[in-house]
């Protein structure tokens, strides 16, 4: 069973929760491969994986139909409290629940589906241990700070209203499951794309969103095999539907090239309340992933400041050969990389206000945090450029392999034009 194309109906949401259950229940051995699992453990995992394969056949032989596209369309005609029974039992199956409204005293034990997710909790403060998260995306301040600040998708009525999960059917729209933040612990081993607001450790590490896929950027000219084309493949009305999406540069072998380019920003800001580290999380069930926490939101006035990033992406030729043109055409795509643009900083907090809003503490690590981003080889101002791989790791030489055509390292040096829009 694969989930297809993305319409958030009956069938994507059971193959949602159904893949991240079948992988959990199936992979029995996968806490021997985790440093921080004990033998206790491991024995619990192998009881409960047994018990859910249970559950899973007979979820399966439960549903109409044949074979799994009947079963798939057996969803359709199906009573809203039967499927929200069925999704909520693979919800339970394939993922791990912490409850977002714990507080720093109760923490220890307030997290009825948490099982050992717990260990991977703190609790933000604003005078001791203070957190400070990352955010990027392509809303620029006014639209946050206008939608007061980030919710997770199930919390903001529209979004949950777009997505079906406000439906009778749906296990979100049941408060004693909506209350918690959910990791997928099978297939995917991360947060739970609806239930939790993810953020990153380092401004490094966020500036890879939103990515460059065949999703987000569905608007921009694709291949026929589903690839995001470099400018030099747009056609002149590709270019003028686009404008905004066209950065001209300068590189070590040429003064001026347009490449596609966009503009993402990126947010400081405080963690309060629980906080789930998803890296330590991930690493509990035996895979080392993106470095992000996970919490259930941030406030307007927990946000810090503000950089506009205009990311220039590396392009290279594809090796999968495009069927209209029977060319193999100049790409760009999360794994290829980006060259970054740091723009002046815009703080969101007024400096005079810092004393009333924050403790000493935490304006001090938000300072340094600041200056470290501000400041860093690795976050220059404008004339200056650096490069993260898709990962999110850095590095600082932005060398493109096989860029403008040539059979050697190329380097984008400077930032011609950009719009940049009003921030």
Known sequence: MQIGAVDYGKRYWFLYFWLEAVSRAGQVQMLEHSA?????????????????????????????????????????????????????????????????????????????????????????????????????????????????????????AERARQLNMDKKWHPY???????????RAGK?????????????????????????????????????????????????????????????VKTSTEERRE???????????????????????????GRDTFPE?????????????????????????????DEKTHTHPWVCGKAIGFTAFVQRSVYLAPYDNLKVRYSLEATRKLEEQFHIAQDSPLSPLPAFTCAWRGTGEGYADARVLHALGEQRECQITYLHSFYLGIY
């Open 36 to 156: 921080v699992a004990q033998q206790a453990d491991k024995r619990r995992f192998e009881q409960g994986a047994t018990s859910a394969q249970t559950r899973l056949r007979q979820i399966y032989t439960g549903l109409h139909g044949n074979n799994p596209e009947q079963k798939l369309a057996s969803l359709e005609h199906m009573k809203d409290d039967k499927l929200c029974d069925m999704l909520t039992q693979l919800l339970r199956i394939g993922f791990r629940g912490v409850m977002s409204s714990t507080s720093s005293k109760d923490v220890s034990g307030a997290a009825t589906h948490a099982s050992n997710i717990l260990s991977c909790c703190s609790f933000g403060k604003d005078t001791l241990d203070v957190q400070v998260g990352w955010r990027a995306e392509d809303r620029p301040p006014a639209d946050i700070l206008k939608r007061g600040g980030w919710k997770r998708q199930v919390d903001v």
């Open 173 to 183: 729209h049941q408060k004693d499951i909506k209350k918690y933040l959910w990791f």
């Open 188 to 248: 995917n081993i991360d947060n739970c794309f609806y239930s939790v607001l993810s953020v990153g450790h380092t401004f490094q590490a966020v500036l890879n969103f939103p990515e460059i896929d065949e999703t987000t950027f569905s608007f921009l000219p694709h291949t026929t095999n589903g690839e995001v084309k470099a400018v030099r493949e747009w056609s002149a009305e590709e270019k003028r539907k686009n404008p905004h999406f066209i950065a001209t």
């Open 259 to 285: 490449f596609l380019a966009s503009t993402t920003y990126a947010y400081m800001f405080l963690l309060k309340g629980l906080v789930l580290d998803t890296a330590k999380a991930s690493r509990y069930y």
């Open 293 to 321: 926490e996970g919490v259930a939101k941030i406030g307007v006035d927990d946000i810090y400041a503000c950089w506009p990033i205009v990311r220039v992406f590396h392009e290279i030729q594809s090796p999968l050969e």
